[in-house]
């Protein structure tokens, strides 16, 4: 085999290790949090609030697919993300119900209490919003597809959305100056995964705005990763 061939076999062979990896590797960090969760049996921890910033920009990015075409693995990777999140709050509802000593008065989506909103206690509820969430999408995406500003403003509010996601741990850290109880490795991982895809969206000339809310998601993770350091005597302090 020519040398040429060969390096057109590798290059071959990386593209398709390196969509493997965009599909699969968004859902890493959340695996050890849900054998955590179902070993201890403890929700603490964990914000479903979580899941519903996932499962909308996720959902988003889904439907901004049918109106500015892009690579395929990126539309998988949101399959694969909304099916991971799902499964993470049937597994928290689970042991939420299981914990109660008390039977206290159930909450679902059908209810429309704003005071319960993404607080149900049924796995049901949190798949009926989604779907009503997505069927008002997918007619809106249907009646403005030939719209150009509204199909790309779909598709930077999804990845803005997904860019958002520590902001909030950067918040309460901020609030307390501490970072007492969060977990160094998964925001290690963040890092390393919005590296990974916004090299990846540069590298496949993905939409733009996947490129700009990859660099915003990188910067919140490395001030959240500052805030370690800088927090970290307080940090000791609480631990002693």
């Not at 969509?19 to 050890?32: K, S």
């Not at 109106?67 to 042991?95: D, R, Y």
């Not at 597809?145 to 918040?171: C, K």
Request: proline share 2%; net charge neutral.
């Amino acid at each position: 085999m020519s040398e040429e061939s060969w390096t057109e076999t590798l290059g071959w062979a990386f593209g398709q290790i390196s969509a493997l990896a965009m599909m699969f590797g968004g859902v890493v960090p959340y695996i050890p949090q849900y054998l955590d969760i179902k070993r201890s049996e403890n929700t603490e921890g964990f914000s479903l609030y979580v899941c519903l910033v996932l499962l909308i920009a996720n959902t988003l990015r889904i439907l901004f697919w049918f109106g500015h075409w892009f690579e395929l693995p990126l539309l998988f990777q949101s399959i694969i993300m909304n099916v991971t999140m799902i499964m993470l709050i049937k597994l928290c509802v689970a042991i939420k119900n299981r914990g109660q000593i008390v039977h206290n008065k159930e909450h679902v989506f059908t209810d429309f209490d704003y005071d319960y909103f993404w607080e149900w206690t049924d796995v049901q509820s949190y798949i009926e919003f989604m779907l009503t969430f997505t069927t008002f999408g997918c007619l809106l995406m249907f009646i403005f597809i030939d719209t150009s500003v509204f199909v790309e403003t779909v598709g930077f509010i999804s990845v803005l959305t997904e860019a958002l996601l520590a902001v909030p741990q950067f918040y309460k850290n901020f609030i307390s100056k501490s970072t007492f109880g969060m977990s160094r490795k998964m925001v290690l991982m963040w890092l390393m995964g919005d590296t990974f895809k916004t090299i990846y969206f540069w590298h496949r000339s993905a939409p733009i705005q996947f490129f700009v809310c990859g660099c915003l998601q990188i910067g919140i993770d490395i001030s959240v990763l500052f805030q370690c350091v800088l927090y970290r005597k307080k940090k000791s302090h609480l631990i002693n």
